[in-house]
């Protein structure tokens, strides 16, 4: 569909998907500026703007990067395959040069910077998972399955020792996207059975073996202990509760929801944020919800990832290229998943995993390759469904014969031409 609109051509793809980008991005810089103070006001630090600045210049390179990705055609990021190799790369040179950063060696130094190869790994997973769903015509379901499962596993193995979350997260968004791509239940139903049985006997052997065994060789075990330990530890009715060192974090997000109440105190205006070490990161969402409220905070924020996973949804069904649909989904269930996990967390629905809130939370690596996920979305609504601000082209393309649609998904997934005309 032809536009004259200079700004629609910039700003190219589905319009609901910027907007979302835009007021997540928004509600980010003033979360974080509120929320940094305890960084911006540390005796250590001789700026007190450098922290926010830091965070907008992020936020700044991540735009830049959604403008470029939502320009570039989809069947380029076929070519993202090859991150898995390089990540796995990264992965293992984490275990000899990897930076400690609060009990864990998760980032890589870079050029004076710092970066998280397991974020690099989740982007490759997902191009990979949903280059080889696109492909089971030309290859055989046990092929594909087993390359999937192999591919994955790889990337999820060297990601565990230092953030069990993220593999946890990783392993559901792959999973859900072989169930989408109609992997036999079957080859799924004997693939859970396994990671349920390795599961428990790795939770088994934890408990038997010595602590100081532990400690040396999987230190990050005994952080999970704690964590899992204060979620569901009792606490001693008619005494005044004082927080532990395992359940710091979660006494104070809950006491920052609690005193944010329906309307929230105001922007600004957080006391939990002098409390909570990761209140910028961690437990931002508690900080949204006590300054903002549960109505406008809370429910706020909640709607705007259920509605940027809805229209993922939308933009995907819209797909007759089998390869930008599962790409579309998977870029989509990263993002809402994880925002979802990190909801939960603050809460107290489920124990702390360490999850930042996508394109919220403060960070570099975080916040960059959120944004390429938004700009991959973007490009495949602008490519490969066009996505309008109307409804005429979904009505056209329910109206196409159905030996039109049968026809288009047999053709080889990078032809030349998109089934449905380009912008």
């Known amino acids: 569909m032809e536009t004259n609109n200079p700004t629609k051509k910039i700003f190219c793809g589905s319009t609901e998907i910027w907007g979302i980008f835009f007021l997540l991005a928004a509600c980010s810089l003033i979360a974080v500026f509120s929320a940094t103070s305890t960084i911006a006001y ?3 630090n001789t700026n007190i703007w450098a922290p926010i600045m830091r965070h907008a210049s992020f936020l700044f390179g991540g735009f830049l990067l959604v403008l470029f990705l939502a320009h570039t055609h989809y ?11 390089i990540s796995i790369g990264l992965l293992f040179a984490t275990f000899f040069i990897g930076i400690s950063v609060h009990g864990a060696s998760r980032f890589l130094p870079l050029l004076g910077f710092q970066f998280q190869p397991s974020e690099i790994g989740k982007l490759a997973c997902i191009v990979y998972v949903a280059f080889l769903l696109s492909r089971r015509r030309e290859f055989s379901d046990d092929n594909v399955f087993k390359w999937i499962v192999w591919g994955v596993a790889a990337i999820l193995v060297l990601i565990f020792p230092f953030n069990l979350s993220t593999t946890v997260l990783l392993g559901c968004v792959c999973f859900l996207l072989m169930f989408i791509g109609q992997i036999s239940f079957r080859k799924l139903g004997k693939l859970l059975f396994w990671v349920v049985l390795l599961s428990a006997v790795f939770v088994f052997a ?7 065994t532990v400690k040396k060789y999987l230190p990050r075990a005994l952080t999970w202990q704690s964590r899992v330990h204060a979620f569901f530890g009792s606490k001693k009715a008619g005494k005044t509760y004082i927080p532990t060192e395992e359940d710091y974090q979660i006494t104070h997000a809950k006491a920052a929801i609690a005193s ?5 105190k105001g922007p600004g205006r957080s006391e939990q944020r002098n409390f909570l070490p990761q209140a ?9 919800i006590e300054e903002l409220g549960v109505f406008f905070g809370g429910l706020g924020v909640l709607i705007l990832y259920i509605w940027l996973m809805v229209r993922v949804g939308i933009i995907a069904r819209k797909c007759k290229w089998l390869f930008p649909k599962y790409l579309a989904l998977g870029c989509g269930l990263m993002i809402v998943i994880q925002a979802l996990v990190h909801m939960a967390v603050n809460v107290g629905m489920i124990p702390v995993t360490g999850q930042p809130l996508p394109l919220i939370s403060l960070g570099g690596t975080s916040t960059l390759l959120t944004c390429a996920y938004i700009g991959i979305i973007l490009s495949i609504s602008h490519y490969g469904a066009e996505v309008s601000e109307t409804d005429e082209v979904e009505n056209e393309e329910e109206n196409l014969p159905a030996e039109i649609e049968t026809d288009s998904e047999k053709k080889p997934i990078f032809a030349a031409k998109s089934t449905v005309s380009e912008q």
């Open 280 to 288: 910028y990161s961690d437990f931002i969402y508690a900080i949204i």
């Open 206 to 212: 934890l408990y038997v073996t010595p602590q100081e």
């Open 260 to 264: 944010g109440a329906i309307w929230g």
């Open 75 to 85: 069947k380029y990021f076929s070519l993202a395959i090859l991150l898995l190799p």
């Open 42 to 44: 540390s005796p250590k």
